[in-house]
């Protein structure tokens, strides 16, 4: 079964990681996306979206990793 993923992390290198074991998996609609602060325009977080069926390997990755389901979390 196909699941959609949705992660947020501060850790650019396990994002980027991920975005790309994502990719070699054969995940779909992959996209990676930074966010700043509004008024300082720092970073804040990465926002790592995928589909990709439920028992591929990345997932072992996003649980192992610094990866959260909500940003607020961060």
């Known amino acids: 079964m196909k699941v959609s993923v949705d992660v947020y992390t501060k850790d650019i290198k396990a994002g980027t990681e991920a975005f790309q074991a994502a990719l070699a998996a054969g995940a779909t609609d992959v996209r990676i996306q930074s966010n700043e602060d509004w008024e300082t325009k720092q970073f804040e977080?990465?926002?790592?979206?995928f589909e990709v069926d439920h028992s591929n390997a990345v997932m072992n990755i996003l649980d192992a990793g610094p990866f959260v389901k909500d940003s607020s979390d961060l």
């Open 45 to 49: 977080h990465l926002n790592l979206m």
